[in-house]
């Protein structure tokens, strides 16, 4: 079955360390790839997306990811965290282009020390 | 404001009722889905919609229905066939060809 793997459960981290949040997803084929953030209290909200192209995206909040095909890997990094960083992250795939269902990750809690 | 509008925020049922969560979306999105979040567990999706009058089942939609009688109005109901229903409850909608999605605040639901 379709799957992605989140390889953190809580990452713990000090204020200016950088963050690498690992995801895997398990299908060769066409896949549409987002990281979404859940601050405490709020909705989920889109970083960022991979789609095509450029396999480095850039999202807010200083976030970027790489999408590297052949590691079936879409990490997540920011090369200075901050306390208000602190939240849930989820990487998601959607296979099989816009008509497939977006599958998540169980997700990782990120915990900045200010 | 456009957005996804979920209700209510908090939900409090007894073991045996039936209880239906609202989500209404003014995005003129295509497609709503209902996810389930449990700690540790991610997002599993229950339910979703591409289109008025048709909506399919996701992996977990077993003691949960659903309808889409107005483009903007994908309701979800927790039957009392569910047994495991307190959880958090999120709405979501999207266009199809982006498949980015946009969430509700979320309904909790806590079964006495």
């Known amino acids: 079955a379709q799957s992605v793997s989140q390889h953190n459960h809580h990452v713990i981290l000090s204020e200016a360390a950088s963050l690498e949040l690992g995801c895997n997803y398990s299908y060769g084929g066409t896949v549409n790839l987002f990281w979404y953030v859940q601050y405490p209290g709020q909705h989920l909200q889109l970083l960022l997306k991979?789609?095509?192209?450029?396999?480095l995206v850039k999202g807010i909040k200083g976030f970027e990811a790489e999408f590297i095909k052949s590691k079936f890997s879409f990490n997540l990094r920011k090369p200075s965290v901050q306390w208000s960083d602190t939240a849930e992250y989820f990487c998601a795939a959607r296979i099989g282009g816009s008509q497939g269902n977006l599958i998540f990750g169980k997700g990782t809690k990120l915990s900045v020390k200010p | 404001d456009g957005g996804i509008t979920q209700s209510p925020k908090y939900l409090f049922r007894k073991e045996g009722q039936n209880v239906t969560l609202s989500c209404e979306q003014n995005l003129n999105h295509d497609a709503m889905y209902w996810y389930r979040q449990d700690p540790g567990q991610g997002l599993r999706l229950i339910y979703y919609?591409?289109?008025?009058?048709?909506?399919q089942k996701g992996d977990i939609a077993e003691g949960y229905s659903v309808s889409r009688e107005k483009k903007e109005s994908f309701p979800l109901t927790v039957t009392s066939a569910q047994k495991n229903p307190t959880a958090f409850y999120l709405c979501?909608?999207?266009?199809?060809?982006?498949?980015?999605?946009?969430f509700g605040e979320g309904s909790r639901l806590t079964v006495l």
């Open positions: 919609s591409q289109i008025v009058n048709d909506f």
């Open positions: 991979y789609f095509s192209g450029d396999p």
């Open positions: 979501a909608s999207s266009i199809l060809r982006t498949g980015e999605l946009f």
